[in-house]
């Protein structure tokens, strides 16, 4: 079992920035392909950006390539995502969702655990 807890959201104007973090239970944290997805009021949940388990391989959703960037730190069951540039665009509750796996994935409906979603907010 797994526990994930989002922080670092909030409100922030268009070209600001913010980092997401996302702490984890557990002792088997490093066993578990991390992926940060979100969803906008009446719009589906998205992809955003996943890392594998030893941060070798990432991935991003094109609307967010060179933008934000995805990392973790296994020693302290945390994963992050800086989050530059944002756009009103961006504005979503985030989730941080944690999948056992060997290589990244994409899917939402393929990881395991979820957590409780943080707000961000980009004012024009």
């Known amino acids: 079992q797994v526990q994930l807890v989002e922080s670092g959201g909030g409100l922030v104007q268009a070209g600001g920035c913010l980092r997401l973090?996302?702490?984890?239970?557990?002792?088997?944290?490093?066993?578990?392909?991390m992926g940060w997805f979100r969803r906008a009021p009446g719009k589906e949940r998205e992809f955003v950006a996943a890392?594998?388990?030893?941060?070798?391989?990432?991935r991003y959703a094109d609307n967010v390539k060179g933008r934000f960037t995805v990392s973790r730190t296994n020693a302290k069951n945390l994963v992050y995502l800086q989050m530059n540039s944002l756009k009103p665009e961006d504005t979503a509750v985030y989730y941080c969702?944690?999948?056992?796996?060997?290589?990244?994935?994409?899917?939402?409906?393929?990881?395991?655990?979820w957590g409780q979603g943080t707000q961000v907010t980009v004012s024009s």
């Open positions: 969702a944690a999948v056992l796996a060997t290589s990244i994935v994409a899917t939402p409906g393929t990881y395991d655990y």
């Open positions: 973090s996302c702490a984890a239970s557990g002792r088997t944290f490093s066993s578990y392909a």
């Open positions: 890392i594998s388990r030893n941060s070798g391989v990432t």
